[in-house]
């Protein structure tokens, strides 16, 4: 219990978030998917299950260890990665959402509030100073950027402002959250092998601003850039991680699957509003990619625990 990172709560917000997208793009390909909830609905579930596995086990974790605990929050390289369990608990209320209200209100203010509350940390955290540059990863976008994941499961909910307040927060901060990210990636240690998937996480800015900003702005045609840099991002991405089979697995490893979904989500979002048949093509290929990514990370992940095990 004393090892459970909170960094596993990325693997409710990757299954959860494949969840989503599959709903999301289920009506681009009525030949293939034609009854979409046999599809979509077992995957936001077993995104519903791995919260109510997690949460109560990380619950436990703060009473047991609770200097464990503190350790995540307050080491500037873990701390972003602790802003998964918020975010993670909004996609959770997103999924849930059409079968009960009250559930999914009950995750979805709490992920919000638990949100901002971590966001005032770590602002207050980083003013402290003392933070090396190596310390600085890609998690801080989970931590700082969070809220522009979260209108997704708002909207359902009919939380309009909410999610408008969450959105531009976090949306204000991208540019300079994504480029203190970039500066340590260019002039900064390379950072060690099993933590290169968290790189994937610059994907979800450019796909998110664009799909929920054109949800709760409609009219910014201009947001359509963020999905083409997204397009050219993710595969640099993909060329980088070309070896990633070799990478040591661990939690990490799951920083692969959100950003891909997020990606997914928006091309299936441009693919809806495009008459470009390519960009269907784009949707679908992106989907396959964000669901391989899901399967292998949880094949690894239930492997690692069974060999743990024995």
């Given at each position: 219990?004393?090892?459970?990172?909170i960094?596993?709560?990325?693997?409710?917000?990757?299954?959860a978030?494949?969840?989503?997208?599959?709903?999301?793009?289920a009506?681009?390909?009525?030949?293939?998917?034609?009854?979409?909830?046999?599809?979509?609905e077992?995957?936001?579930l077993a995104?519903?299950?791995?919260?109510?596995?997690?949460?109560?086990?990380?619950?436990?974790?703060?009473?047991?260890?609770?200097?464990?605990?503190?350790?995540?929050?307050?080491?500037?390289?873990?701390?972003?990665?602790?802003?998964?369990?918020?975010?993670?608990?909004?996609?959770?209320?997103?999924?849930?959402?059409?079968?009960?209200?009250?559930?999914?209100d009950?995750?979805?203010?709490?992920?919000?509030?638990?949100?901002?509350?971590?966001?005032?940390?770590?602002?207050?955290?980083?003013?402290?100073?003392?933070?090396?540059?190596?310390?600085?990863?890609?998690?801080?976008?989970?931590?700082?950027?969070?809220?522009?994941?979260?209108?997704?499961?708002?909207?359902?909910?009919?939380?309009?402002e909410?999610?408008?307040?969450l959105?531009g927060?976090?949306?204000?901060?991208?540019?300079?959250?994504?480029?203190?990210?970039?500066?340590?990636?260019?002039?900064?240690?390379?950072?060690?092998?099993?933590l290169?998937?968290?790189?994937?996480?610059?994907?979800?800015?450019?796909?998110?601003?664009?799909?929920?900003?054109?949800t709760?702005?409609?009219?910014?045609?201009?947001?359509?850039?963020?999905?083409?840099?997204?397009?050219?991002?993710?595969?640099?991405?993909?060329?980088?991680?070309r070896?990633?089979?070799?990478?040591?697995?661990?939690?990490?490893?799951?920083?692969?699957?959100?950003?891909?979904?997020?990606?997914?989500?928006?091309a299936?979002?441009?693919?809806?509003?495009s008459?470009?048949?390519?960009?269907?093509?784009?949707?679908?290929?992106?989907?396959a990619?964000?669901?391989?990514?899901?399967?292998?990370?949880?094949?690894?992940?239930?492997?690692?625990?069974?060999?743990?095990?024995?």
């Open positions: 219990m004393k090892n459970l990172p960094g596993y709560y990325g693997a409710v917000m990757g299954i978030g494949l969840g989503l997208t599959a709903r999301a793009a009506p681009l390909f009525p030949g293939v998917v034609r009854a979409p909830a046999y599809v979509t077992p995957i936001v995104g519903l299950l791995a919260f109510l596995i997690l949460f109560p086990a990380y619950l436990l974790k703060v009473f047991l260890h609770p200097k464990a605990v503190k350790e995540e929050f307050t080491n500037p390289a873990t701390l972003g990665f602790c802003a998964a369990l918020p975010v993670g608990m909004t996609l959770v209320a997103g999924g849930v959402a059409p079968y009960s209200n009250v559930l999914g009950i995750l979805w203010w709490g992920g919000a509030g638990l949100l901002v509350a971590m966001q005032v940390w770590g602002v207050a955290r980083v003013l402290q100073g003392g933070i090396e540059l190596a310390q600085i990863n890609a998690g801080w976008m989970i931590l700082f950027i969070g809220g522009i994941v979260v209108p997704g499961g708002g909207i359902a909910l009919g939380h309009y909410a999610s408008r307040f959105f927060v976090s949306a204000a901060a991208t540019p300079f959250v994504m480029g203190l990210v970039f500066y340590r990636a260019a002039v900064g240690p390379a950072l060690p092998e099993m290169r998937p968290s790189w994937f996480i610059l994907l979800v800015p450019p796909s998110l601003i664009y799909a929920h900003g054109l709760l702005y409609p009219g910014l045609a201009f947001l359509d850039n963020l999905l083409f840099f997204g397009l050219v991002l993710g595969a640099g991405l993909l060329v980088y991680a070896g990633f089979l070799r990478w040591p697995f661990g939690v990490p490893w799951w920083a692969f699957t959100f950003p891909l979904d997020a990606f997914a989500y928006a299936a979002r441009y693919a809806q509003e008459s470009s048949p390519q960009w269907r093509v784009v949707a679908a290929l992106a989907l990619l964000a669901a391989a990514a899901v399967l292998i990370c949880l094949w690894k992940t239930l492997r690692s625990a069974a060999s743990r095990r024995a």
